[in-house]
């Protein structure tokens, strides 16, 4: 049988402005606004049900419209919501997009999940087979409030004791606190996972907290270049003692307004680096958000199939890194949070653009 992913994590619902030109003097005018679901860890679940993984997620909800619309959301994918805990009398989690301010506003304080009784997981019960299930975690949940970090630690340490594998994107937000604190929650478990994504300015930051120069000169002034910003890779993952670090990397040139190029990189602890950058992938987002989401359900999904044993056959590192970023961009072509690309869309793509540079703008 296949490996089955469980996550546990907060969906909230997102509110984004239809108009995302809109100015500081527009903010208090009457504007139409898309509502969707968005929160990374049922966003893997979904993409990884779309492409039809069995993926559990775990979460705590309000009773009421507001949190069926989060529970159906994961439902109508094909998650397993068999693990979501209702709460009579709570709140739903609200993200709202602020184009004028170039930020987004979070209301989660009082959310059923900030406040949930972490009793009430029953973790030995959900998590109980390592030939059979994979553990998906992010840094977002410890920093909500104590209850979700309770309930996170709970989970990863029976994960730990019954040896499932866990991956976690680090997915680092300043809004809830700065990335000491949240090391301080994640260090204990870096041994035990599997992969571990960051983005390319936590990766800055966690090289400057252990003394890991930035530059090729040895200062952190000095331009980032991408062969630096691989060998920081390779030192922190080292001196971190992470099997599998991973970043993804966009860049723009600025020809063409909102085309990207996108590949990714992963470093091994034992110094090993693999790429996709000569086969990047050439794309126009839709929407800026869901990309890392489906990027680590594409890479989790190549590792369901081989098995973290065969990952480093035959070029199959590189190979789930192409699909996470095929994902990704394929995720990106529509608005929301949450995937809605199917196995024969995924193979349709790789198979046309087998190792080579994709260029969607040409499709």
Known sequence: MARQLVSFGESMIRYAPADANRTESDRHKPTLFLRSVGGDELNVCVALSMLGRHASWCSVLPEGPMGEVIKSSGEDSGVDTSHVLLTPDADVGTFT???????????????????????????????????????????????????????????????????????????????????????????????????????????????????????????????????????????????????????????????????????????????????????????????????????????????LRFGLGGLFQAGNAVSALRRGDMLAALCQESIGDHSTVTRKDLADMETKFDSQPADFLQL
Not at 141 to 149: L, N
Not at 164 to 177: T, V
Not at 199 to 207: I, N, V, Y
């Open 97 to 303: 997009v602020l184009p004028e301010k170039r930020t987004v506003h979070y209301q989660r304080r009082r959310s059923a999940f900030s406040l949930h009784d972490p009793s009430r997981f029953r973790w030995d019960e959900i998590l109980t087979s390592s030939e059979k299930q994979w553990l998906h975690m992010t840094g977002i949940t410890p920093m909500i409030a104590e209850p979700p970090r309770q309930s996170w630690h709970s989970a990863l340490a029976v994960a730990r004791e019954k040896g499932i594998p866990c991956s976690m994107d680090l997915n680092h937000r300043a809004q809830l606190g700065t990335l000491t604190d949240l090391m301080s929650c994640v260090g204990p478990h870096l041994k035990n996972l599997q992969v571990f994504v960051v983005a390319l300015d936590s990766l800055k930051q966690l090289a400057s907290l252990n003394d890991i120069p930035i530059g090729s000169d040895g200062t952190e002034d000095s331009e980032w270049t991408h062969p630096d910003q691989i060998r920081v890779m390779k030192e922190v993952a080292k001196k971190l003692d992470i099997k599998r670090l991973v970043c993804c990397f966009k860049s723009r040139d600025g020809s063409q307004a909102g085309v990207q190029k996108r590949w990714s990189v992963l470093c091994t602890s034992g110094g090993d680096v693999f790429s996709t950058e000569s086969m990047y992938i050439q794309h126009k987002p839709a929407d800026q958000l869901g990309g890392g989401s489906a990027w680590m359900a594409g890479f989790i999904d190549f590792c």
